[in-house]
Nanobody, 118 residues
Framework: VQLQASGGGLVQAGGSLRLSCAAS????????MGWFRQTPGKEREFVAA????????HYAESVKGRFTCSRDNTKNTVYLQMNSLKPEDTAVYYC????????????WGQGTQVTVSS
């Protein structure tokens, strides 16, 4: 599966952005999807994940209550709605796919930059 993330940009603290990740292929609905982020000099960190049918989501503690991960399998797209953004949310955001929960994410998108100004 090929992934294409979009929707990043520059926003003021307290603002919102919605990231999208479009997937190619006819088996999108069989993949668990995740969102990660990375800042220069730091390791990539987990942000959110959603199961293949969208029934279960998981979030990093730092984004709980502010970010919402969802998916539309009819559009082969996963979303990350980000509200109440903080300067520390500034990062390159990546979407990823894996076949089964508990396994490594095998497929990665190219990343989209999110910058939150104070």
């Amino acid at each position: 599966v090929q992934l294409q993330a979009s929707g990043g940009g520059l926003v003021q603290a307290g603002g919102s952005l919605r990231l999208s990740c479009a997937a190619s292929g006819r088996t999108f609905s069989s993949y668990d999807m995740g969102w990660f982020r990375q800042t220069p000099g730091k390791e990539r960190e987990f942000v959110a994940a959603i199961t293949s049918r969208g029934s279960i989501t998981h979030y990093a503690e730092s984004v709980k209550g502010r970010f919402t991960c969802s998916r539309d399998n009819t559009k082969n797209t996963v979303y990350l709605q980000m509200n109440s953004l903080k300067p520390e949310d500034t990062a390159v955001y990546y979407c990823a796919a894996r076949h089964f929960a508990g396994t490594a994410y095998n497929y990665w998108g190219q990343g989209t930059q999110v910058t939150v100004s104070s």
